[in-house]
């Protein structure tokens, strides 16, 4: 569930946009204003003041944001204003631009999405950078990395309820052997993760936790500064529990010496209008705290009260 | 430029249901009557003719046909009947389910379709087939050509008209070292294969071909049982000249013991509304002979009357 909050009376694109140039006039900005009229807005929304905003003013709404406001807040505004796809080529490119083995956005992107979206996501990678998301990650990662995010980033998983179970047995022993012979790079492991439906994955994981007792995320968690291990586990936890996935990324955001906005930045303005409530909820459980007050604790100033905005705790 | 002929007059779906069904009514069926319906209607038409169809008589056209019909002629009217997405998709699993490295029918699939017909062609695999096809090609393919044919079916390669020629230059120069050295498994070979544009690539071919006075194409003939040598030559011409590539699957198929009716039924149906006077000059110029004179020489009864009527020469 979303937890957007759009008030009952919503302006017109124009009325946003006279708005919002207003915040920007004179000397100074009016954050507060763009922060009341943004976060209260859900994606078809801002995409219609988007629209409006050039046929007004004669200026892109991104450039102007992008010359008004700095820093965290500045990123969170521009982010959480582009269309949901869009946002994810963004973040992709990012990334891939300065890649390095223990990021998890190629791997959150491609697992997280629907096989719709991540379609939506390489289109708007086209229109964005004039390239193919993909020749972007066969360019930029090298060796066993490429092997594992190539194939998971151009991945159009089947969305049926089929399961095999026959096939769910076989593939999680499979994965078993694997990881207990430490051949991570294994190409069946590897197939078998980026190729396989998510609710065949969830049938082949449910196995291969009953069938030997320690569940896949923990075999996959011995060793921290194994990168290759953390990606293979991020893509089994936002595969089969994005929820969980989300609120794990959100505390190791938090709670740890020097917040990491960046992922904090990310995971909200992407969820929001998702999975947002859920998302609080399990982190909630599994900090013993609420997410808006390790928000509080962390941030400062407009960035955090276009966080709390977002996340519905004003 | 297609070889279609629509008669001026196109009766209506339920008039052409009714003619088809008059041609498999009573003792033994009236072809001639089918190749002049279904040959002479373009996709839309013949998707409104299967729509209308068991709304007439309760059954499904591609039943019925499958039903009244035998051998090449069945296999050319039935694929001929399915959309073209559909089709590609039917084709692509029909080698999955026998996979041979011999096979171009991927490579064809991948290489000669646009980015957006290829996702179609995606599309189409999880409706009829409730998986993926790179799913299918993972677990069907191994090795080298797994390597080699799962990111050239998961491609989405950018359209756009930009060229880096700095770029072209570079990647012309490193396929030439690996081709020369016969590294043809060679990760990055794949990946500039697999992911580049196909302006960029022509650029890159056309640099190679300048560069290093041996057209790459002629660099990767020099062993015709190579099945993966086959298979990067197949790759390149596809995506440069994808009307050379057909007219030579189409010369191969006529001009040799046994036709292989396979081949020449798919290049057939698949190009038609496409590009098949194109493909049709190009093979005069190559064999100095014209298609049709093949045709008839090699094939007989309906289902030379269904090609001949397809290529525009009943």
């Known amino acids: ?21 207003l915040a920007f006039a004179g000397w100074g900005t009016n954050e507060d204003l763009i922060v009341n009229i943004l ?18 003013y004669g200026n892109d709404l991104l450039k102007d944001l992008d010359k008004e406001l700095t820093r965290d807040f500045e990123k969170i505004v521009l982010l959480w204003t582009l269309d949901p796809s869009e946002r994810d080529a963004v973040l992709a490119e990012g990334v891939l631009r300065k890649w390095h083995s223990k990021d998890s956005v190629l791997i959150e992107i491609a697992c997280t999405r629907s096989s719709k979206d991540l379609h939506l996501v390489r289109q708007a990678y086209h229109a964005c950078f004039k ?63 980026t190729t396989r439906s998510k609710i065949q994955l969830g049938a082949t994981f449910d196995h291969y936790n009953n069938e030997f007792e320690t569940a896949i995320t923990k075999d996959l968690k011995c060793d921290s500064d194994n990168h290759f291990l953390s990606a ?47 998302i609080k ?34």
Chains 1, 2 share one sequence.
Do not use: W
């Not at 586990?233 to 020097?258: H, K, Q, W």
């Not at 399990?282 to 962390?298: M, Q, S, V, W």
């Open 1 to 21: 569930m979303t937890s957007l909050t759009v008030p009952d009376y919503v302006p017109s694109p124009a009325e946003d946009c006279e708005q919002l140039n």
């Open 39 to 56: 976060a209260h807005r859900n994606a078809s929304q801002r995409r219609a003041i988007r629209d409006c905003y050039p046929k007004i």
């Open 131 to 193: 390239r193919s998301l993909e020749e972007d990650v066969a360019y930029h990662v090298k060796g066993e990395f490429r092997k594992l995010l190539l194939p998971l980033v151009s991945a159009y998983r089947y969305e049926g309820p089929e399961v095999d179970m026959t096939l769910a047995k076989l593939e999680a022993k499979i994965l078993h052997d694997k990881i207990s012979d430490k051949a991570y790079e294994d190409d069946e492991l590897i197939r078998i993760l």
């Open 232 to 278: 293979l586990r991020n893509i089994v936890l936002g595969i089969s529990s994005p929820t969980m996935y989300f609120a794990e990324v959100l505390g190791d955001a938090l709670n740890r010496m020097g917040t990491d906005e960046e992922a904090l930045t990310r995971i909200v303005v992407t969820r929001v209008e998702v999975d947002m409530e859920a």
């Open 281 to 314: 909820e399990e982190y909630h459980t599994k900090n013993g705290a609420p997410l808006y007050k390790a928000i509080k604790n962390d941030t400062r100033g407009h960035y955090e009260d276009m966080l709390l905005a977002l996340i519905g705790h004003e």
